[in-house]
């Protein structure tokens, strides 16, 4: 659950972190940012390469897509969902829609084909999770924007 209110977040990621520190946070297992992110070549590649962010974002943006990840979303990563012919609900970014079959990339970059689906379509949310900050500190959260503000 999260301890502070967005405003709260937003006033802690002031830009005075230290990179080094917060590309430590980024790189950290638990904060699971490679496992979809990737920054020069490291890290999955289920949601956007970070190594430019710095460039294409602001501040009030990066804290945004982690604080808020639902509240933009991009149409290139645009979640799809499957529910497959048992009924179990599957979500993942949509690679091909055939006659009689439907391939999803999961989350863990694998791709995975559907046959005869029960139904499929967009996401209304982010595929990336709500709540991130929970496993980091305020101070970790400051670092790791400033980390991702001077990815140029």
């Not at 002031?14 to 496992?35: H, W, Y």
């Not at 979809?36 to 804290?63: A, M, T």
């Not at 949310?125 to 503000?149: K, R, V």
Request: charged content about 25%.
């Amino acid at each position: 659950e999260r301890t502070k209110s967005e405003e709260e977040w937003r006033a802690i990621a002031d830009g005075s972190g230290n990179e080094i520190r917060g590309k430590l946070v980024f790189q950290r297992a638990s904060t699971q940012c490679l496992l979809c992110h990737q920054v020069e070549g490291w890290g999955g590649n289920f949601g956007p390469d970070l190594s430019y962010v710095g460039s294409s974002k602001d501040r009030e943006q990066l804290i945004t897509a982690i604080l808020a990840p639902s509240k933009e979303i991009s149409p290139e990563w645009q979640g799809w969902y499957v529910t497959d012919q048992h009924g179990e609900r599957h979500e993942g970014r949509q690679i091909d829609v055939g006659y009689d079959d439907v391939e999803l990339m999961l989350s863990d970059g694998k791709f995975k084909s559907f046959k005869n689906p029960q139904s499929y379509g967009l996401v209304t949310t982010s595929l990336m999770p709500d709540g991130l900050e929970t496993n980091m500190t305020a101070e970790e959260f400051n670092h790791l924007i400033t980390y991702l503000m001077s990815l140029k």
